[in-house]
């Protein structure tokens, strides 16, 4: 979305920030309390220092990337329509994928994420999430090619097409889980404030995560222990409601923790963590936003999930959520949870466990440009993705 000031020409999950020139000017804040009391992992565990190194560049706006199990390539998504492979640290010329045709690409909308099937070494299938010529959103699948280097444009099929009522919070993320079923992260459908309540609204798809069987059905059915199945005043896709633009979420395979960083309006921005398998919660939007009540100053708590970690716009404009670092080059960050800020592009980190966060660090690595995603590769390393169109990996310092 156009915004003010450094952020006037790039792609930002929209905060509506009024005064983002100041916020920029003055978002330089730490990362908060290292090393809290009964930290699950000993201080001197953690590096002192991390570092990033580039892994590829000249992308054009990268939003998001995957890679499928076992593979030792990274696929990046563009946001104008194409999905590129970095293979052997070289960016190959030839797209995997180029759909720029089907794409309405600029500010918050375009080619936004793809997931690779559990079972893709055997079955080809890969799903994208895009925004189509007429604004709204779709979800489809296609096929590889007999070229392991090619997906088919010409296998599309559609999984689920949702109306966009305006041209911002689009989420546009989703993930295979654990359990095998795809995870949909919506935003509330745009403007400012959710004006059509649609992250209240259980009959909406819009401010949800929702999921959904893509092995059974056609093209997919509604697993039965989806929380709302069999109401008639409920989508039964609905796993979780009350988001505003859920801008990147992650499932740590470990711990089996689902982690969600929720764009905020004006103030505040969040990260959600639950265990994967409670159904139904709240995220509060637009009650709340993050832990503060939204617009009057006065609401009802009751019933709603608030976030394990929030922080204000005098510290950055629009989350960028990030993954569990799984990865095996640094071991002292294994199980730390890595996000980033949009307009300030700090890189913090924070351990989640037993409904504690601890260890919140803030890293200096070093100039990031403006982030707008996060990665892992099939070896849980992870990366960092930038409005400037370099790929970053973290790696250990020195």
């Known amino acids: 979305m156009p915004g003010k000031s450094s952020c006037s020409s790039a792609f930002r999950p929209e905060a509506d920030t009024a005064a983002l020139l100041a916020v920029l000017l003055g978002a330089t804040g730490c990362g908060g309390n290292p090393g809290d009391p009964g930290d699950p992992v000993p201080r001197d565990s953690l590096p002192a220092t991390i570092a990033v190194e580039i892994v590829a560049g000249g992308l054009s706006s990268p939003l998001y990337l995957?890679?499928?199990s076992n593979d030792p390539r990274l696929f990046v998504v563009e946001?104008?329509?194409?999905?590129?492979?970095v293979e052997n640290g070289q960016l190959r010329t030839a797209?995997?994928?180029?759909?720029?045709?089907?794409?309405?690409?600029g500010g918050e909308r375009g080619l936004l994420s793809v997931a690779f099937h559990p079972n893709y070494a055997a079955n080809g299938f890969f799903y994208v999430n895009y925004t189509d010529n007429a604004g709204d959103t779709r979800v489809e699948r296609y096929r590889v090619s007999a070229d392991p280097y090619r997906g088919d444009t010409t296998t599309a099929m559609l999984v689920l097409a949702i109306d966009q009522p305006f041209a911002n919070h689009n989420g546009g993320h989703q993930v295979f889980g654990p359990d095998g079923m795809l995870w949909i992260g919506t935003g509330d459908?745009?403007?400012?404030?959710?004006?059509?309540?649609?992250?209240q609204n259980l009959n909406a798809l819009?401010?949800?995560?929702?999921?959904i069987n893509v092995d059974a059905g056609s093209p997919y059915s509604i697993p039965p222990d989806n929380p709302f199945v069999g109401r008639t005043d409920a989508r039964g896709e609905v796993w979780a409601l009350g988001l505003r633009n859920p801008w990147r979420f992650a499932f740590d395979r470990v711990d089996d923790v689902l982690y969600i960083a929720d764009v905020g309006q004006n103030q505040w921005e969040e990260?959600?963590?639950?265990?994967?398998?409670?159904?139904?919660v709240n995220y509060g939007w637009n009650v709340m936003e993050a832990s503060q009540c939204f617009g009057s100053g006065m609401c009802n708590r009751t019933g709603l999930t608030l976030p394990v970690v929030e922080y204000g716009h005098s510290d950055g404009c629009?989350?960028?959520g990030g993954v569990v670092y799984r990865g095996q080059r640094i071991p002292g960050l294994v199980g730390h949870y890595f996000y980033s800020d949009y307009c300030s592009g700090w890189l913090r980190s924070f351990r989640y466990q037993a409904g504690q966060v601890s260890d919140r660090r803030e890293w200096s690595v070093g100039p990031l440009g403006q982030v707008q995603s996060f990665g892992e590769d099939a070896a849980g390393e992870l990366y960092i993705l930038s409005r400037n169109g370099n790929v970053y990996r973290l790696v250990p310092a020195g």
Do not use: C, E, H, Y
């Not at 797209?95 to 690409?105: H, K, Q, W």
């Not at 459908?189 to 992250?199: A, E, F, I, K, Y």
């Open 206 to 211: 819009l401010g949800k995560m929702l999921r």
């Open 271 to 280: 990260v959600d963590a639950v265990s994967r398998t409670t159904a139904g």
């Open 79 to 85: 946001q104008p329509g194409r999905i590129r492979i």
């Open 95 to 105: 797209p995997f994928m180029d759909i720029t045709g089907r794409v309405l690409d």
């Open 318 to 320: 629009s989350i960028t």
């Open 189 to 199: 459908g745009g403007s400012g404030g959710d004006p059509q309540r649609n992250g």
């Open 66 to 68: 995957t890679a499928p």
